[in-house]
C-alpha cells in the first residue's frame, strides 16, 4: 500500500519559514519524480515545486528564490523549505510522487501565512 505523509504545515507570519516533509512508503522512492502541489480556498491545485529522480527541480515562478525542494532517498523523504512567505502561499499542500502512470498524492498539510 503506497502512502505519502506530509507534516510541518502550521500558522507562520508573513516574512517566516517553514518546512514541509513528506515521507513515502509502498514505493521504489528513488525512481519517483517527488513534488509539492498547493490548493487555495476556491482555487484550482497548482504546482509548488518538483524534483526529479536524478534531481532536477522546477519551480513555479510565484515561489522561485524563496522556495526550495530537495529529497533524500535514503529516507524515502522529500521537503519543500519555503521562505519569505507571504499571505497568497496560504494553502494546503500536497506531496506527490510520480512514475509512469502512476501518480500518488498525500492528504495535504495545511500552511497559513497571516499576521
Known amino acids: 500500500q503506497v502512502q505519502l505523509v506530509e507534516s510541518g504545515g502550521g500558522l507562520v507570519q508573513p516574512g517566516g519559514s517553514l518546512r514541509l516533509s513528506c515521507v513515502a512508503s509502498?514505493?521504489?522512492?528513488?525512481?519517483?519524480?517527488m513534488g509539492w502541489y498547493r490548493q487555495a480556498p476556491g482555487k484550482q491545485r497548482e504546482l509548488v515545486a518538483t524534483?526529479?529522480?536524478?534531481?532536477?527541480?522546477n519551480y513555479a515562478g510565484s515561489v522561485k528564490g524563496r522556495f526550495a525542494i530537495s529529497r533524500d532517498n535514503a529516507k524515502k523523504m522529500v521537503f519543500l523549505q519555503m521562505n519569505s512567505l507571504k499571505p497568497e502561499d496560504t494553502a494546503v499542500y500536497y506531496c506527490?510522487?510520480?512514475?509512469?502512470?502512476?501518480?500518488?498524492w498525500g492528504q495535504g498539510t495545511q500552511v497559513t501565512v497571516s499576521s
Open positions: 509502498g514505493i521504489i522512492f528513488s525512481i519517483y519524480d
Open positions: 524534483i526529479t529522480d536524478g534531481g532536477s527541480t
Open positions: 506527490n510522487a510520480h512514475w509512469t502512470f502512476r501518480n500518488y
